[in-house]
């Protein structure tokens, strides 16, 4: 008597255990719902092992019916008592990958309908595991009621996988190659998109949606909507993201879309963010176009003459404007240069493509150690440096000349350095500075003249500087500085 009192005690013990974790969770997924918003590194970092985790449950609610049904031939008898270790497993681990996944969409940016309802079942699946467990606990007369919610916890686990699936493989991921014999029998639709593409009569639908499906979509569309901003539809692009609108229609100045698809692609408000390809010149054009014709979604295609055409202006940028001999024989005249800086600085300096002499150099990651005198030994290959960020580093108004004498700069970071106007007073040479970013710094507004004079500057990054977002700025300024 003793010995069952005691194992069924310890079974209560797992199923209180159990019941604690699962709880929790329903509290955070009510109370923490996932909002699209990106936030806690940490959480993101272990979220991220959900994908993984999720098969262990998987595999074990799977095998906890074959034990079973193996182990009613006589042949197997030994399996059955394993089962209920089997389907303790179980349940650990999908409360364990059910908590991964909320710490992943929580984090992440993710949200959507698809999100909430695999978030939803993927609890549900924990919770059924363990009513799994308490019913095998009372097996006397109880068999039948088992078989059903074992049967019913497979059916949502399935469905539980192919939710997930659909959210990181694409929504059609399982029917997207179903032959049309199939699809015709299963009386499904020929088209298997939820979101119907629009229509390629217009400019939108023809040739700037396509843009944004190529590029922006694995971060701004159904299920993943980074900033809370979606480009799947014209009516989610014009609503805008977290910030507000990021078209405004016939104005490209203040489109913000359109300002991070420009920035230099070093920039932390680039898109597409994370080294994903970037637009070619023809799609950041063609963009411009059409916002510059009031961003409308029913303009017909013929009716921007001079767009270029997405193919021969992309073999333009690509390949007729490279001469990859000349690109290989200045290479050539560099290499022992950048050879030695990129012994001692691993990973900083680069070249800005495969198309190009030209070089970036990104001393950010070293921090305080990253000091004058390290700058001035970039001097050999100073005149090919296009992109440079110096950021957080501890530069000072030393290297100013140094800096200066990077004359093809294009985009040029200072970011919390303790750098002062006489720094930004020496760049007035920069004819080719495109972005100046001196945010954090300790520069006054006396250097709005000198940047004013920059021929090609498109962005001065100013916050955090006495530069005063409502004082009066040079008109050659006007739209420019951010703060
Ligand atoms: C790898 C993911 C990723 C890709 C791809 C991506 N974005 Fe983003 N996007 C983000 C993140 C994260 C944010 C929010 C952080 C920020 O503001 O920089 C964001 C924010 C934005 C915003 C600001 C919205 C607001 O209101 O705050 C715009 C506009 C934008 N993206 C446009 C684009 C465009 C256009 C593309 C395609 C050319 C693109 N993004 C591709 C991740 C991405």
């Keep these: 008597m003793t010995p069952s009192l005691d194992r069924l005690s310890q079974r209560n013990r797992f199923a209180l255990l159990a019941l604690t974790p699962i709880l929790l969770l ?27 985790a999720v098969h262990l449950p998987i595999a074990f609610i799977l095998l906890v019916p074959v034990l079973e049904l193996a182990g009613r031939n006589s042949r197997f008898v030994y399996l059955r008592p394993s089962a209920d270790f089997v389907l303790g497993l179980a349940t650990v681990s999908a409360i364990l990958a059910a908590s991964l996944g909320w710490c992943l969409a929580r984090s992440g940016a993710y949200s959507g309908p698809l999100m909430t309802q695999h978030m939803w079942s993927g609890v549900w699946l924990a919770t059924m595991c363990l009513l799994c467990w308490v019913l095998r606990g009372r097996l006397t007369g109880g068999e039948f009621v088992y078989s059903i919610a074992l049967a019913l916890t497979v059916g949502l686990m399935t469905w539980t996988g192919y939710r997930g ?4 493989q694409g929504e059609d991921h399982l029917t997207e ?28 639908g023809a040739r700037i949606h ?3 499906e190529q590029h922006c979509f694995t971060c701004h569309s159904a299920n993943k909507h980074k900033s809370n901003l979606r480009l799947d539809s014209y009516a989610s692009l014009m609503r805008g993201g977290k910030h507000g609108m990021v078209i405004k229609p016939g104005n490209i100045q203040s489109s913000e879309l359109f300002r991070r698809i420009t920035l230099p692609a070093t920039d932390d408000d680039y898109m597409p963010k994370e080294n994903k390809k970037p637009l070619s010149a023809a799609e950041v054009k063609l963009i411009e176009l059409w916002i510059a014709a009031d961003a409308s979604a029913t303009l017909p295609l013929e009716a921007i003459k001079d767009a270029p055409s997405p193919t021969t202006a992309a073999a333009e940028v690509t390949f007729e404007k490279v001469d990859f001999a000349a690109v290989a024989k200045e290479r050539a005249g560099l290499a ?9 600085f691993p990973n900083l300096l680069d070249y800005e493509s ?9 001393a950010s990651l070293l921090g305080e150690k990253f000091e004058d005198a390290d700058l001035a030994s970039l001097a050999p290959v100073a005149d090919h440096i296009v992109i440079a960020d110096f950021s957080r580093t501890a530069i000072t108004d030393h290297s100013a000349a140094a800096i200066a004498a990077m004359k093809r700069l294009r985009s040029l970071r200072l970011v919390h350095t303790k750098i002062t106007d006489a720094t930004v007073h020496s760049l007035s040479r920069l004819d080719q500075l495109e972005s100046l970013n001196i945010f954090g710094t300790r520069t006054t507004p ?10 090609k500057l498109r962005h001065l990054y100013a916050g ?3 530069i005063r977002a409502d004082a009066p700025l040079p008109a050659a300024l006007k739209d420019k500085v951010l703060f």
């Design 26 to 52: 329903f509290i955070l997924v009510i109370a923490f719902p996932p909002d699209g918003s990106e936030r806690a590194q940490w959480a993101q970092f272990i979220g991220r092992f959900h994908p993984i």
């Design 354 to 362: 495969r198309a190009s002499a030209d070089l970036m150099f990104n």
């Design 210 to 212: 396509p843009i944004f």
């Design 446 to 455: 006396a250097v709005l003249p000198i940047v004013a004079g920059l021929p």
């Design 177 to 204: 190659f179903m032959p049309g014999a199939l699809r015709k029998l299963l009386m499904m639709s020929a088209e298997t998109r939820i979101v119907s593409p629009p229509s390629t009569a217009t400019f939108y």
């Design 336 to 344: 022992p240069a950048v050879a030695q800086l990129q012994k001692r």
């Design 165 to 168: 699936g659909q959210l990181s």
């Design 464 to 466: 955090e500087t006495t």
